[in-house]
């Protein structure tokens, strides 16, 4: 009679050696990044797909994360929290209001053409923002949310006298601003083939013509 081989048990998963834990966390996220950014869907990204790209299992991506959301949304937050530095590292050394919105407006300009993908996740997604949605972390000197860095640097060119002629809201022109700028940033990197005008002119136009300009300006 054959004896019967008992069953092999499998050996318990070594601890990874202290910090490849957290580096393996970062490759997670990266990978999801990438693919958020060539999908531009969230709907089309699994975290076992996220796991193929970043070279593990998927049980080790649940080692990090406990859903394929938790995941996203840890990806949407490092993302957020790029772009929020991006706009405090372009406004936060000068003092003048209209120049910090001048600035900003280049700062959101090249970070949307530099990294298409990542700019993606951000605004060219479904993927829940808001009251509705998830939180996602942001810096905190960023004064809480990157939309609230903008509507800041709104509220500073209304208190330096800009007169707008569509209201003195500054959530509604921060709004306005930010609609305006994805228009110019999610099609001139869509439609690159197209004879676009000189991209910075026409980000410099959005200011002048929402009237977030110096009182004394001719323009």
């Known amino acids: 009679m054959t004896p019967v081989t ?39 990204v699994s975290i076992r797909g996220v796991a193929k790209a970043a070279g593990v299992s998927a049980t080790a991506a649940y080692r990090h994360f406990d859903d394929r959301d938790a995941l996203l949304n840890a990806a949407c937050g490092q993302c957020f929290e790029e772009f929020a ?7 936060g050394p000068l003092e003048d209001p209209f120049d910090r919105l001048h600035a ?24 829940p ?4 949605g998830p939180e996602f ?32 809201d500054p959530t509604y022109l921060a709004f306005q601003v ?10 001139a990197a869509t439609h690159s083939a197209l004879p676009w005008p000189d991209l910075e002119r026409m980000v410099s136009d959005v200011q002048r013509a929402l009237g977030l300009v110096r009182p004394d300006s001719d323009t």
């Open 85 to 91: 530095l991006s706009m405090l590292e372009a406004t």
């Open 6 to 44: 008992p069953a092999l048990e499998h050996a318990p998963r070594q601890r990874n050696p202290r910090g490849q834990g957290d580096r393996l966390r970062a490759e997670l996220i990266e990978a999801a990044l990438g693919l958020l950014g060539d999908t531009g869907d969230p709907e089309q």
């Open 129 to 132: 923002v808001g009251p509705d």
């Open 178 to 187: 930010w609609s305006w700028m994805h228009g110019i940033c999610d099609l």
């Open 137 to 168: 972390p942001l810096v905190p000197d960023a004064a809480g949310t990157a939309f609230q860095q903008l509507i800041a640097l709104v509220q500073g060119c209304l208190e330096a006298g800009a007169a707008p002629t569509c209201g003195d």
């Open 104 to 127: 900003a407006g280049f700062a959101y300009l090249n970070y949307a053409l530099a990294d298409h993908g990542h700019y993606r996740v951000l605004f060219s997604n479904p993927m």
